[in-house]
T-cell receptor, first 110, second 113 residues
Framework: ELKVEQNPLFLSMQEGKNYTIYCNYSTTSDRLYWYRQDPGKSLESLFVLLSNGAVKQEGRLMASLDTKARLSTLHITAAVHDLSATYFCADFQGAQKLVFGQGTRLTINP | DTGVSQNPRHKITKRGQNVTFRCDPISEHNRLYWYRQTLGQGPEFLTYFQNEAQLEKSRLLSDRFSAERPKGSFSTLEIQRTEQGDSAMYLC???????????FGPGTRLTVT
């Protein structure tokens, strides 16, 4: 099983600032997922990116996929405290299973 | 149908005991997945079913672990002779084979003392 790597692993930022989380994956998959997890909770689906160049936005979050670079990004615009959580990207490998990155623990301070 | 459900939500057991978890997927979802998540890590794939057939098992699934989905609906995950290293959150997810979304349940948190 091929790895999925996220960076940074920890991110502390101020409200109102912008930042980007990066996700590198090693397969030739063209399907990439982003999930949010609050402490002690399960996974909430944020985005499913299905093709090269795909861009999806929901509120202050925007995700994109570059299959040639094997890179996905999750961009946070004008962060608010409610976005504090751990964010995971996951690659769909072998048409069978999700392989997750290590997660990025995001803390947004007032 | 409000989503994937898992029972129990929490389980504390002593080392060496057997435990069984249940997952009820979203109705008519033909794929069901089990993942394990340890503290501070991303979920790791354990196994998946399409209908009642178990199609892949991870190397993480030692011979102490067994999963079933007897009628293609709910699934059970059993761990025999539990070890402290089995302490984790066990997550179940379901999907349609031809659709992209995997919907996760709330998880079962296992603590082995």
């Amino acid at each position: 099983e091929l790895k999925v790597e996220q960076n940074p692993l920890f991110l502390s930022m101020q409200e109102g600032k912008n930042y980007t989380i990066y996700c590198n994956y090693s397969t030739t998959s063209d399907r990439l997922y982003w999930y949010r997890q609050d402490p002690g909770k399960s996974l909430e689906s944020l985005f499913v990116l299905l093709s090269n160049g795909a861009v999806k936005q929901e509120g202050r979050l925007m995700a994109s996929l570059d299959t040639k670079a094997r890179l996905s990004t999750l961009h946070i615009t004008a962060a608010v405290h409610d976005l504090s959580a751990t964010y995971f990207c996951a690659d769909f490998q072998g048409a069978q299973k999700l392989v997750f990155g290590q997660g990025t623990r995001l803390t947004i301070n007032p | 149908d409000t989503g994937v459900s898992q029972n129990p939500r929490h389980k504390i057991t002593k080392r060496g005991q057997n435990v069984t978890f249940r997952c009820d997927p979203i109705s008519e979802h033909n794929r069901l997945y089990w993942y394990r998540q340890t503290l501070g890590q991303g979920p790791e794939f354990l196994t998946y079913f399409q209908n009642e057939a178990q199609l892949e098992k991870s190397r993480l699934l030692s011979d102490r672990f067994s999963a079933e989905r007897p009628k293609g609906s709910f699934s059970t995950l059993e761990i025999q002779r539990t070890e402290q290293g089995d302490s984790a959150m066990y997550l179940c997810a379901s999907s349609f084979a031809l659709e992209y979304e995997q919907y996760f349940g709330p998880g079962t948190r296992l603590t082995v003392t």
